[in-house]
């Protein structure tokens, strides 16, 4: 169902990117939970635009207002509601979108689905403004699954030729996550870092886009967790990950390395640790067998579609017309979306923990 | 939900590897649809074990029985549902598994999961048999699908380092599908197959398995199908294909090359064929933007792991005794799950597509 | 799931008597559909407080602000989004209800239920002023539905003894229901509204409260709507109706009459009307048979419970010194809440009838 | 969604009345629950036919067939499925009803809405045969319900005229509930009993049918369960009591009663008793608070509709020609369905508790 999320928790997102607000319902959170609203501002702040050069320039007041769900800001187990208030938009920008859909962009698909109602200012309800619905709501969950001893975080995997190093399938630890997932550009290695902005810049240059590849890790989960079939970690995730924008792949473990590999190799050998705890040697699996958590870190792997907006010229339609045409963007885009979009894979991740563990 | 699936239609799977039957309901599909059971045979045919030395040499009685929600041949609007018999279970097999887990499988998880009280044998719920109930349902999906313009086809993409020749993602016809639908291990490529059936081979000759990767197209299907965030076409479309067992990574269009490609190279342009249709120069979308179809192929592809039970001994726990232990599996096995998971792709692909447009 | 409804459409509600605001998301509505805000506030004002002494005197805004989902007062077919904020709270009235629960409300409940965490100010999420949002949400549909032909429209069938006529159940009118569907206090008989508004006048003097019952018609709605078991008309219905706080009683067509009924009696014969039409000459079955609509007007009636809070001195317990206590509850509230919930019913019925015809 | 029921749970049920089978699959039910066939089978029993009587003298053999779910008696935590074969189907009664929708039967509006298709030997999906599904569902939640304390059990609260003495709503307690929840035709007054079956033998020598009520209680339920708005105990109640053909109404605690009923009257007190308990010292609510139990018995009545099968001739419609005609319906048929009913309604109530529990 479109915008509504979640089968133990109900996720509920609205808005567009010019309508008056954006905003979400989280609905079935555990009652009691003290909610640090600072927490949450700086995943959003994560997200926000108008950082550096990585990203468009416009400003967004992200300012989550929360209409209901705390109480002395303790989840009273009612529905969590908050909105953020659209300010900073520039409608004139997008006045041509309905006659020249932008290659790349939902303006096409949305026009047909919705007979031409849709509202194709700023993307409308296909912006990439309303993950920030979703990392606030991941926010408040991942409060509640630190208090359960999971923690969440992750890096730019890959921007163009760019890559990072990756997590340790096996050993990526509370502390390693901790070290990125409170940062914008998230990345293991400074290096890395380096060579992905300057790839990002080149991009930038050209009036161009790049894309990439975002990894994430969540450590701390139980083994048991899910359900075989439809109702495995790897459905769920991908479920909630595929409502990102931009997302075109999903891969959990050794993903679609798995394809060049021999089962005595893929196999996670399992073996008691000092603690007397079942691990396994190696993890491809990437902490689940079955849909079900092994108890070993979860990995997943998201590929990021370089932003569609350019300022390039592009090739398009007239849909009035009925004729081919040229199609020249204008306003602000982020030549590449990885960085922003970290704390929103993030965020997705614990929604999916949240609605697997209520 | 476990082994509930879909929105607009339902489908319900249940059984294990060694209970009386596996079956299979699905609820709300359109009324008058005629249903050739041959057709079914041929679909659950090219997934049944036994073909050739690529597969297991267990044989099943694939025989589908038909409960209810046919009249005459015809769909009178009532659930549908299906038995299988299983016959040819060897149940001695697998009475060490739930000392000794084994790498790869579900056995551990499920064991934790369900506090021990999983059906182990022959893997359970957790079977790949089961896949014949997506098969059967899949199946079923698909002759409704095809009156309305639809055709769904599938071929090994990738066998351990052995590829074959990808879709045309912009020119793959119906009749490029249908040449490979009702085939086992279908291939574009002749060649292409033979180097597949050297790498199984030689996996098999090793007592051991080998991944790959499979490509799926869906054509005919109309613009505008699919919905924003979370009820797009890849949310959908990974939602049950996640479900098949082995499969860690889905990915559409360009999939994860999307992280190396520049905006200006992953855009697809639009233009007016000669027929006033609005398609694309490219395809990379996969034939989705924004979670809606846009009227292309869609294009995905699924990564599927090495088969886990392998003939080599293997290190596990003793879960018992909690110490270390090494295990050795004996039994029939498919030394690569690719050719017979073709057909589960297509009929995941295919009750995906009936959800969406009921 | 609490406070999430539909399969077809979802509604989200949220908010609770002392948040911030309340508010309402509708998703799935189809596109391209005018919404009338005015008729909106219509509806909202018949439910809204402070009419005349048969309410509360409490005087709310319950100006509703849309947030999106409408561009130019068209539905964009994205999430409809809107909030009513708080304004006239008292909240010194309800310090002492977390130690002393009221008699008839969820005060005790919601404690056990959120382990003391619910927001209890007003009776938080449980309040009816929650029903604001369902008169919103359905004041939108209704406008959608009576483009398909389908009117809505409700009375005050009882209050204590005093009764109306009833709906002519094979042919009350489209007319007969718009003559109902704008007013407050909405009766068939102007006498009958005389001695329910004695009954109620009488209440309030006793600083008691009194109880009723709401009948609700549907005509236009065409035959075939709905499915068989828990996809029924009254299964859907029911559903959403119970969400109305206060209602304990729900019943279609003859009803609980159905009792005392032979079958001979209570079937509705089928007839050929002088358009070809299939009727029945008598609609004991209130429009539906084995759950799916026969064409003929949709009947239903629900039983409203006395207002539990009253004036009176009420025997409760005292949650923190686990004794015995006394309660007097201040503040001012609906001696009769029948004459405001008569919108909320017809609300309901619209939302059940939009999800039932998406 | 038609024939799926349930949030935390998942049910589904096939089949019809003269199809191979019927069967239910019930999903997400606990692991390591025993399961004794042979309770299962004194439910069904209860509700098959050919008791005496009050009912039809067709005989069916309810065998239920387990395919999965159970290993040695055992929920595994996989589905659960079941079958009972179709034997003793007479096809030739019903050759005519396509032509002829008997009047308070589904066969005119299963018609509209499946365009014809539907199976309407016996009635088909819409058959109250589907109800022995429901029974060896709920048989299984029974004993699971059992062992955490929740004990159901229903009777016979009035066929036509005659009425039964109803449940004490405060102090029904479990040996109550256990002296009636394994016999047919259960009453609470052995006197009511005789007038009830004098109703049913009146109206069975009239060729005719008589309806009832059945009233139904839970107790051991502990405070707490279920949730506000849409997620209350009512709601789900309902969702699945209407599921069972022939019900008009629901009502819970007083019911309808409320209608006449001031506040201070209706509410119920609350007391701590002698164990420092929380209980009121009435039960109006039905044990229900909103939409969340008080730990107080829940108590529900149905409303039964005659059976309208019946010897008489009645008027409906020629749906070839399209005019009126005369039908006379012949076969075998319940005169009143109350007593065959009483198991269903309290298996619907252990399906509602299983879902609301788990």
Chains 1, 2, 3, 4 share one sequence.
Request: net charge neutral.
């Amino acid at each position: 169902m479109a915008s509504t999320w979640g089968e133990n928790i109900k996720l509920s997102i609205f808005g567009g990117s010019h309508t008056e607000a954006i905003g979400v319902v989280l609905d079935n959170l555990p009652p009691n939970e003290k909610i640090d609203m600072e927490k949450i501002r700086v995943q959003m702040a994560r997200r926000a635009p108008g950082k550096d050069k990585t990203a468009t320039t416009r400003l967004e007041a992200d300012e989550p207002q929360v209409l209901s769900g705390l109480f002395n800001g303790v989840t009273t187990g009612a529905p969590l509601a908050a909105i953020i208030a659209n300010t900073n938009t520039r409608s004139k920008d997008y006045s041509d979108l309905k006659i020249h859909p932008r290659p790349g962009h939902a303006d096409y698909t949305a026009s047909v689905r919705y007979d031409g109602a849709n509202d194709i200012r700023g993307g409308g309800h296909f912006s990439g403004r309303l993950t920030a619905c979703l990392v606030f709501a991941g926010a408040v969950c991942r409060q509640i699954l630190e208090r359960r001893g999971i923690t969440i975080g992750a890096h730019a995997y890959a921007v163009g030729s760019a890559k990072d190093t990756p997590f340790d399938p096996v050993n990526v630890s509370k502390d390693d996550l901790n070290a990125l997932n409170t940062r914008f550009f998230a990345v293991n290695s400074p290096k890395a870092e380096e060579k992905m902005r300057a790839e990002i810049e080149a991009a930038r240059l050209d009036a161009d886009s790049i894309g990439g590849i975002i990894e994430c890790a969540a450590v701390g989960v139980p083994a048991g967790i899910g359900s075989p079939m439809f109702g495995g970690i790897e459905n769920v995730f991908a479920s909630i990950l595929y409502g990102i924008p931009a997302v075109k792949g999903v891969e959990f473990g050794a993903g679609f390395d798995v394809a060049c590999m021999r089962g005595s190799e893929n196999n996670d050998a399992f073996y008691y640790d000092e603690n007397g705890l079942v691990r396994t040697k190696t993890n491809n699996a990437g902490g689940i067998l079955g849909g079900i958590t092994t108890g070993m870190p979860i990995l997943f792997r998201i590929a990021v579609k370089p932003t569609p907006s350019i300022g390039r010229e592009q090739h398009t339609v007239d849909l009035t017309t009925k004729t081919n045409a040229d199609l020249t963007i204008h306003g602000r885009h982020d030549p590449c979306i990885v960085p922003r979009a970290i704390p929103v894979a993030e965020a997705a991740a614990a929604l999916a923990l949240m609605d697997l563990l209520r």
